[in-house]
Structure formats: structure tokens, C-alpha cells
């Protein structure tokens, strides 16, 4: 049996458009790519919208889920550290805080709601016949039902790709995968390639994507919602999808998450669409390490207002430790924001002498630095500039303090004694390119409600 241990992280979603003209993926790659919607997992044109709950009942559960995920991020890169890089272990939460996908498999195609995560490489969708599997709205997908299906060998390289300890094969030598998740979710089937059809938002035309790795899960459970039907990996391993279509897209992609109020959607891109350029981008490396899927930056410190922060600050010390490359990952399910517990304990005692505010406790708990909101409605703090290597990233107030009870705003970064992460809150209104053959991630400020 082949093992592949993932975490889970972004989520993402197309609207499906009609009247639609197929294009292949060169010909759309010469048109400028293609690019689709994101939709938050929150938001009203999400399947796991839930109208009964408030604006602050949903964005605590985000916390939760983001607190949930930075455990299970954290796990997968301690154990990654003491394996080889072609095995790693990762845990996942449950669906945790950010977008949905829906795809088309096969030929003829079949719709797919799934969670696409650039902390995952393998996709996988539940098939028949299913010995076991979660609970789902929509039919299973049917592998004898398509022209295009093709089981994958197993001495094939794409098998091997799956970071096994040693493959199993079927009774016809097909590859066999095992997914196995931190809180006990599980994904076991075929490894197959197939026809992939992405709708395109932006024009009336929908791309293929042929000779897709992915694997058809017949036996799967756990924490997964009975709206979606799998996952689709946006990691940098060898066999996700932005690594299989590398070549053709050349190896771009890119997003722009609206602000959490914005009525519009989010979106995605692959190939020239994704490229981010302009007098104000600022861009940082990606750095190389185990596991390969996490997207590793440098930061060199944060910034309040004209005090520096730096990363290699030694508390209780007048010296400094050399910075570490690839000490934080730019993450897209994640919501907060965690920065190591010394360098979070500058930034809170620096913002605390710099607000003139009433402090007060967050009633659920979670945050360290809360006020209460002036009467006026507005909450003035110093800017906060996150100063990765080559680019220096300044966060809007918006997403830096948020209100997270009636008349309570709070600091939305977090102390982690272990990996620290970038989440998507502070992501929100930049365009973020991925330049995975220059090793690279652009930051350009904009408003994404706005067509890009």
C-alpha cells in the first residue's frame, strides 16, 4: 500500500457557468491561463453556510479551526524534521477556515465539490464501489462512466511519487494509496489519471486539464463534510496539481482573498494569469525544506509603527541569533496569524504602550490584546509591517485588529512555541503570486473586490 500523509489547509470553489466553449490547457495558458472564484467556506454562497448562526459565532469557530489546524500544521512539520524527505507524516483537523472548488471530472464530466488545499498534494475523490465512505450529498464518481479514466501502474513514477515506504499493487498491478489524517480520517483506493475541467469566471470557457494524478477513494472516513467529495492538492509535491501542470502553467499561481465583509468572491489563477508584477510588488523566496508541500518563507522580524522587531531577538539577552531561513509558512486555510512566543510578547508590549484605548478580556478566551471599541466605531492602532526576506509586507488595520464581539476588537495574531504561520486574514487584499520555478512569492497590494 502506498502511504501519503497530508494536513489540510486551503479551500476553494468555481461557479459553474453555462453556455461554456472547452479549451485545452496550452491554448488557454496563450489566452492568459484561467482563473476561478473562491469561495469562503463562511460566506453565503458556501454549501456550509449556516444562516442560524451570527457574524461572530462564524468568525469564532474560524479562530477555533485556525487554533485546531496550527496544532496539526505544527505536528506534521516536527515530524517531518526527523524523517527522510521522501516520507513525512501530517495530521489534519476538520474542514478547517477558508475556500471550496468545484471541479469537473471525466469524460463526460462530472461535477466535484472539493476542498483544495495548498497544504495537501494528493487529490482524491470518493468513487464507486465504496467499501466504506462518508456520508454524501452529491453521487459518488464512477470510474466505469468515463472514456478517460486510466489506472496508474504501480512501478509507474507516479506512484513512486507518492513518498511510499514501498508501494502495494491490486491483482491487475494498479498503484493502491492510503491518506491517512491526524484526527483519524482516511482516504484508501486506486491510483488513476483522469480528464480534469476547470470553469473559467472570467470568460465563458471551461479548460481541460487531461492525464491528471489523482486518487479514487473507495474506502474513506472521518471528520469530512457530507457536502464535499474529496480534496484537491495545491501543495508544492511532486503530485499536486500545481506541480503536474507546471510545465504548462509555468509553475504560476495566484489568489485574492476579499475582506471578510466583501460581498464579492475570491479568486485563483494558473499560468500568465498569475503572474504578479508592478512598481509595488515586493517578493520573498521560497525556501526548500522537508515537507515539500508547505510553502516555507523568511521572516526577518515585524514592525510597529517605527520600532523594529527583529526575528533573532534573544529575550533576557543583548545578543542576537542568526536567522533561520524558512522559519514560517504562508498558509491559505489557516486564518490567524502565529509568530514565536518571544517575538509575539514584543509585538503585544509594543502595541500596548502604543494605543491609547480601555483594554479589556476577550470573553472567549483566545486573544491576548483586546479594547474596547470607542463609540466613534473607529479603532486606531500604529501600522504593522511584516518584514519577510526582500519584502516588507505592511497588514491593514481591518485584518490586524478585528471585532470579534459587539463592541470588542482584538489583536489577530497568536504566540506558537513551535511553527510559525502566515494566515489568510493578513493575506486578505494583496495579490499573492506563487512562482514555483523561481522559487518565489509576490505580495502586491490591492483591493480584491475589485477585478484584478
Known sequence: ????????????????????????????????????????????????YDPSTTHFERLRSSFRRSISRHSALSLAHSKSASKSPDLFEATLTSIGGAYL????????????????????????????????CYKQKAPLFDPTKTTSYRSVS???????????????????????????????????????????????STSNESVVFPKVVFGCGHNNDGTFNEMGTGIVGLGGGAVSIVRQLETTIGGKFSYCLTALDSKS????????????????????????KSPDTFYYLTLDGVSVGNEALAYNYIPNSNSK???????????SGTTLTFLPSFLYEELESTLEKSISGNRVSDPQ???????????????????????????????????????VEKGVVCLTFMPSQDLAIFGNLHQMNFLIGYDLEN?????????????Q
Open 265 to 288: 468572491s475570491s479568486k485563483i489563477s494558473f499560468g500568465p494569469n498569475a503572474i504578479v508584477m508592478g512598481p509595488n510588488v515586493s517578493s520573498t523566496p521560497i525556501v526548500q
Open 101 to 132: 472548488m468545484k471541479i469537473n471530472i471525466g469524460t463526460p464530466p462530472v461535477e466535484i465539490l472539493a476542498i483544495a488545499d495548498t497544504g495537501s498534494d494528493l487529490t482524491w475523490t470518493q468513487c464507486v464501489p465504496c467499501a466504506q
Open 321 to 331: 541569533a542568526s536567522i533561520k531561513e524558512g522559519n514560517i509558512i504562508i498558509d
Open 365 to 403: 478566551g483566545l486573544f491576548g490584546l483586546c479594547y474596547e471599541l470607542p463609540s466613534t466605531e473607529k479603532f486606531n492602532a500604529p501600522p504593522i509591517i511584516a518584514h519577510f526576506t526582500g519584502a516588507d509586507v505592511e497588514l491593514t488595520q481591518e485584518s490586524t485588529f478585528l471585532e
Open 439 to 451: 522559487h518565489k512569492v509576490g505580495f502586491l497590494p490591492t483591493d480584491c473586490s475589485r477585478p
Open 154 to 200: 504501480c512501478t509507474s513514477q507516479q506512484c513512486q511519487s507518492l513518498g511510499a515506504e514501498g508501494p502495494s499493487c491490486d491483482k491487475s498491478n494498479g498503484c493502491l494509496y492510503q491518506v491517512r489524517y491526524g484526527d483519524r480520517s482516511y482516504s484508501n483506493g486506486n491510483l488513476a489519471v483522469e480528464t480534469f475541467t476547470f470553469d473559467s
Open 1 to 48: 500500500m502506498a502511504f501519503y500523509y497530508s494536513p489540510l489547509s486551503l479551500i476553494l470553489a468555481t461557479l459553474l457557468l453555462s453556455s461554456t466553449s472547452l479549451i485545452s490547457l496550452c491554448e488557454a495558458t496563450k489566452n492568459g491561463g484561467v482563473t476561478v472564484d473562491l469561495i469562503h467556506r463562511d460566506s453565503p454562497l458556501s454549501p456550509f
